[in-house]
């Protein structure tokens, strides 16, 4: 039997696998899957997987699009809906004069205070978008599209095709 590899590597800082570092097992790599990932690793880590240590219970909460009292005093109109007009909260900077009549889904308690002194009210968007709907009647589609269709096949319909094939169809009975 001849020498075996230990015998032969004696005497060698590696033992035929090059440098001493290369021969260290897994920690030579700095450790395995996500070893490491909040120390060593991190860089690795926030590279190859950016939403890895992202909160996913934290929300960001949404933001209302505000207009301050001061603001409305711009307006000619005293009826206003600022859902409309893309704003989602009234805020109670400033003073009216003006016997107001707003249309908003928020408000301040300030904000509500200087109206109703003023003369004027406040009115929920969601109310006004719920009667909007009870308004409208209730007529299942098919029954409307059925009458369509039956008031379109009583008239007859001319066109100017039509008309010149008549023409010419008397012409040659002629």
Known sequence: MGKTITKKMHGQKSFGYGSKK?????????????????????????KEMPDHFV???????????????????????TKI???????????????TTKKLEIIVNKWSKQA????????????????????????????PVKEVKAKDLKAKEDKPVKTEAKEEKLTKETKTSK
């Open 55 to 77: 909160h996913i219970n934290l929300k960001k909460k949404s933001e209302d699009i505000v207009i301050n009292i001061k603001d409305l005093e711009s307006f000619k109109e």
């Open 112 to 139: 509500e205070e200087k109206i109703t002194k003023a003369g004027g009210k406040i009115e929920s968007g969601k109310k006004v978008k719920e009667t909007a709907t009870k308004d409208k009647e209730d007529k």
């Open 81 to 95: 809906n600022l859902n409309e007009l893309g704003y989602t909260k009234l805020l109670g900077n400033g003073e």
């Open 22 to 46: 290369k021969h260290r097992g897994h920690g030579s790599k700095g450790g395995c899957g996500l070893a490491g990932s909040k120390k060593h690793n991190k860089f690795k880590v926030w």
